[in-house]
């Protein structure tokens, strides 16, 4: 309990230095004595605020979808990027965009979770059809698949002319959040919550079919409410901000090789972790090329796939 | 009698043969351009182009153009295309099988098409027309300058070109002591800053609006990538808006809804009412085309005169 309050303490004091990074001038001790002028607030209200409050919500639900999506598919190396989810996101949003540009955001975010639904239980309906259960081969599957999935999506942009669309929406990017703009991810939260309050379950089905039958519980019903979760997540995200890869597969990893694999106990260390991960790369990308920005899903990939690596290499003595 | 009339056909038939052989040795014609050198027999009847500023120049002269990219025709130019026109393959992708089956008397390629000169050349006599952003305006003027020899419309070249330096001469009197510039791309509700080795770049180098930046890294389509506060803290007197959404064919009003904030609403350029929305097309796709570069020379002068 001690170390998840100094957790939050660390997620506190990384949000604050984001509200402070930025090109126009906001001093934190004018801010704090109220000598700020008006124009500092602003900025402050308008631009710092929301964004921070968008990475902390984008990070620690996209990080508690890929727990989750762990818990389901009952492997350790997938995560909404690797079993498709994400590519069906975006295909359903450009679908939308395309047949209803009219349609407000929210409808179409909701075309968009549908198809995160319907490709991450394709995945699930592949899965079962192959019957090596290996740990690798599983996200191998999802990663193929997700391929698939955006070879269709970017055959469908490049006929209509929208290549660099698709490409600059996939790319996460939160250099375009002000107030007014990021408000949807506020259901990523309410997927968090809904993803602790059902945390034991998770746990058990994560232990398999039999056992959660064997429990009492409906292990469909488990895993719908998580492929929803999972789903609702992504699409939010990807609407909000863009794609931002590796990070639902390397905090739960990092989180159970230090607390193992109660999700009761994980859902908080991993709403913290994806926060404060998600601010570091965007506090990062901020001051890297400082006044401009490099987008996180860059920052992301390089950080992400470095500690990827290290989990790989690491598994065979963790795993056997 | 026969016999004279037969050796005079001989005299005649072979007058005409002297006569025509040095004509037909004089007009070989040896194109430089950004690729090497291109040998072209005569003036070339069938003309084929992978790119839309090379059409757009094309057009300018009154060249009639056979064959035209497939996609991405920017609107100021579709009622110039001809409807018979060939269709040889995307902005990056010629279809060069259609291309060989056309029996082109030249190609143009340019900028997205440029490489495709590799295999384009063993198959019809290519030209390249790729113009250096760093000075679009000389680069449009010694294309014109180009095509005038190619086709033998030096006149018309001359007279064009002398339009584009009068329009220039004007837009820079106008721009004279209006302050500072700064493009803007906008990209899938995302901000990027065009500087003086984009696309644009005339707006900085030619018509001589200092830049509101220092210095901007032009290596990416999308320009560098800043917030909305980076451009209140910038504060520029003059906004030029490329919307790539709609520069590549997604609705139009994207980039103003984007803008459309409690930030750059603070901006010196939104205040004063300084915003002007180029055409996305002649901006994005057909840059170094000479209408294009005409119709956003005019947007300018209309925004900073208006």
């Known amino acids: 309990m001690r170390a998840l309050i100094l957790a939050l303490i660390a997620v506190l004091a990384l949000a604050t230095i984001s509200v402070f990074v930025g090109v126009s001038d906001v001093s934190p001790l004018a801010v704090l004595t109220g000598t700020a002028d008006s124009r500092a607030m602003e900025v402050l209200m308008i631009s710092r605020v929301p964004r921070t409050l968008a990475l902390i919500l984008a990070g620690a639900s996209m990080a508690i979808a890929g727990l989750v999506m762990q818990m389901v598919v009952r492997n350790r190396f997938v995560e909404p990027s690797t079993t498709g989810t994400s590519e069906s996101a975006a295909l359903g949003f450009l679908v939308v965009t395309l047949l209803v540009p009219g349609w407000p955001l929210m409808a179409k975010m909701g075309v968009s979770a549908l198809f995160a639904l319907g ?27 997700g391929g698939i999935i955006g070879a269709l999506t970017a055959f469908i942009a490049y006929r209509a002319n929208l290549m660099a669309s698709l490409l600059a929406w996939n790319m996460g990017d939160f250099s375009g959040v002000i107030r007014g703009r990021y408000e949807l991810l506020w259901l990523g939260l309410v997927c968090g919550v809904l993803a602790y309050i059902a945390a ?39 609407v909000s901000v863009g794609s931002i890869p590796f990070l639902g597969l390397i905090v739960p990893n990092l989180v159970s090789l230090v607390i193992g694999d109660n999700m009761r106990r994980t859902v908080p260390w991993v709403a913290l972790g994806g926060a404060l991960m998600v601010l570091i790369c965007d506090i990062a990308g901020r001051l890297i090329r400082f006044p401009y920005e490099i987008p996180i899903a860059v920052v992301m990939g390089v950080v992400g796939s470095a500690l990827f690596l290290y989990l790989l290499l690491r598994t065979p003595r963790h795993a056997t | ?226 917030s909305f506060e980076f451009l209140l803290e910038v504060n520029p007197d003059w906004v030029f808006v490329v919307d790539r959404d709609a520069g590549t064919g997604e609705n139009a009003g994207a980039a103003e809804a984007l803008l459309d904030n409690e930030l750059f609403n603070q901006t010196k350029a939104a205040t004063e009412g300084h915003v002007v929305y180029l055409d996305p097309q002649a901006a994005y796709i057909s840059m170094h085309g000479y209408q294009g570069v005409m119709l956003l020379l005019d947007q300018v002068l209309a925004g900073l005169n208006g």
Do not use: C
């Not at chain 1, 034991?200 to 039999?210: E, N, P």
């Not at chain 2, 001589?208 to 210095?215: E, I, R, V, Y």
């Not at chain 2, 901007?216 to 389509?221: E, K, P, Q, R, W």
């Open chain 1, 119 to 145: 490709g991450t239980a394709l995945f699930l309906r592949v899965l079962r059809a192959v019957p090596l259960r290996d740990v690798l081969l599983v996200p191998l599957v999802g990663i193929m698949l």
């Open chain 2, 1 to 226: 009698m026969n016999s004279l009339f037969r050796s005079t056909a001989i005299v005649a038939a072979f007058a005409s043969a002297l006569s025509l052989a040095p004509a037909a040795i004089a007009q070989d014609k040896v194109i430089a351009h950004a690729q090497g050198e291109t040998t072209l027999s005569g003036v070339p009847a069938k003309v084929l182009t992978q790119d839309w500023a090379a059409f757009d120049n094309l057009n300018a002269l009154g060249v009639t153009v056979a064959g035209v990219p497939s996609s991405n025709a920017p609107s100021y130019l579709a009622d110039k295309i001809p409807a018979d026109a060939l269709q040889i393959g995307s902005l990056f992708e010629p279809d060069f099988e259609g291309i060989a089956a056309a029996e082109a008397d030249v190609y143009f390629v340019a900028a997205r098409s440029a490489a495709a000169l590799e295999t384009s050349k063993d198959i019809v006599p290519t030209v390249d027309l790729s113009v250096d952003n760093a000075d679009i305006v000389a680069g449009v003027k010694a294309n014109i300058t180009t095509l005038g020899e190619v086709f033998d419309l030096q006149d018309k070249a001359g007279e064009l070109n002398a339009a584009l330096d009068a329009k220039v001469a004007e837009v820079t009197a106008a721009a004279e002591g209006k302050g500072t510039a700064l493009v803007l791309v906008t990209n899938a509700g995302k901000l990027g800053v065009y500087g003086p080795d984009s696309r644009v770049s005339w707006v900085y180098n030619n018509v001589g609006m200092p830049s509101a930046l220092a210095d901007v890294a032009d290596g990416d389509h999308g320009g560098d990538a800043v």
């Open chain 1, 200 to 238: 034991d379950r998770f746990t058990v089905a994560g232990m398999g079919k039999d056992f959660t039958t064997n429990l009492g519980l409906n292990h469909n019903h488990v895993m719908v409410l998580g492929l929803i979760i999972v789903s609702v997540v992504s699409a939010v995200v990807l």
